[in-house]
């Protein structure tokens, strides 16, 4: 429900603008580009469990084991429409922060903190199965999802941080979602969705530019 109020919002918006678009999109490629525009909101327990369990052991109870967020990453994307309607596209986003809070202010076991980001390339078919008018149109998302979290463990000594450990995991998931576009002209568009990672069971919410070639 949140997803479809959320797109419902952001169509009532975009509805009164009257400037047309060329909707043949057949045969171009686009890059689809957004800056702290993307929300992640995700349980970081995943990533835990792809630890070493040496590297485990370190950790606070509570840490990387709930519900958390993220908007500072920044992501790109490269696509081919093969119709109209139907495009291919490769997505990458970097920078994902899971839990950013963690500094070692009160409990930090043995002085122990971490460092975890998450990095997620996309591989999506992206149909556009409903047209409202030529300029807004919602579509569907399916893919696969790889995505790596890389792990920094750090002693606090000093006033400074010793890196003690690192570890690293890739894994695969699936990728599906909902969006909406409004061509607002020719070669540009503008993209509001929602999305589901199966890996840390990651809901995105976006609002990311296309710019089409």
């Known amino acids: 429900m949140k997803c479809v ?14 400037t047309m678009a060329n909707n043949q999109k057949q045969g ?8 702290a525009s993307n929300y992640y909101n995700y349980n970081s327990k995943d990533a835990r469990d792809e630890l070493d369990q040496n590297l485990e052991e370190l950790l606070d109870e509570y840490d990387l084991s709930s519900d958390d967020a ?13 119709t109209n309607d139907f ?36 591989l999506d078919g992206i149909y556009h199965f409903y047209h409202i008018n030529e300029q807004l149109s919602f579509y569907g998302i399916a893919g696969l999802a790889l995505t ?3 792990t920094k463990l750090s002693y606090w ?30 070669n540009w568009a503008l993209k509001a969705g929602y999305s589901h990672h199966t890996f840390l069971s990651m809901d995105k919410y976006y609002l990311n530019m296309e710019w089409r070639f």
């Open 87 to 122: 495009a291919v596209r490769a997505n990458y986003t970097y920078g994902i922060e899971l839990d950013w809070l963690d500094w070692c202010f009160f409990d930090c076991s043995n002085n122990v903190y971490h460092d975890s980001d998450a990095s997620i390339l996309t």
């Open 148 to 150: 790596r979290v890389s």
């Open 28 to 35: 171009q490629y686009f890059v689809n580009f957004g800056v």
């Open 157 to 186: 000594r000093d006033d400074q941080r010793e890196v003690i450990a690192r570890d690293n995991s890739t894994n695969l998931g699936a990728n599906l979602g909902l969006g909406l576009q409004y061509d607002f002209a020719r």
């Open 70 to 82: 993220d908007i500072v990453n920044a992501s790109v994307g490269l696509g081919y429409y093969l």
């Open 5 to 18: 109020s959320f797109l419902a919002l952001v169509g009532a918006l975009l509805l009164p603008n009257i």
